[in-house]
């Protein structure tokens, strides 16, 4: 069974920044794709950045220029970069690992709360 855990969210001032980390209970290189997505109270959950197993990368128009999505296959490992972060980016934060491509697999993390203030 596959297990995500997030960790680095928290409080912080409108323009601060955050990194999130989720860590993969084995081998993140067998995942077609990796994610952060986000959901505020209210809302869907949306996603933020996504990461293939090749390296490329797509955001959402909302965070482009401001959050980079990045991995480290030896620590099975995907980070969340977040900069110059808004009160519109408060929400929780999942992990999320993809397998397959015409039939896939969604494993999720538990969350990490990220409050920004302004």
């Known amino acids: 069974q596959v297990q995500l855990v997030e960790s680095g969210g928290g409080l912080v001032q409108a323009g601060g920044s955050l990194r999130l980390s989720c860590v993969a209970s084995?081998?993140?290189?067998?995942?077609?794709?990796m994610g952060w997505y986000h959901q505020a109270p209210g809302k869907q959950r949306e996603l933020v950045a996504a990461?293939?197993?090749?390296?490329?990368?797509d955001y959402a128009d909302s965070v482009k220029g401001r959050i980079t999505i990045f991995r480290d296959n030896a620590k099975n490992t995907v980070y969340l970069q977040m900069n110059s972060l808004k009160p519109e980016d408060t929400a929780v934060y999942y992990c999320?690992?993809?397998?397959?491509?015409?039939?896939?697999?969604?494993?999720w993390g538990q969350g990490t709360q990220v409050t920004v203030s302004s």
């Open positions: 990461i293939t197993s090749g390296g490329r990368t």
């Open positions: 999320n690992a993809r397998m397959g491509f015409v039939i896939v697999k969604d494993y």
């Open positions: 084995g081998s993140i290189s067998k995942f077609n794709t």
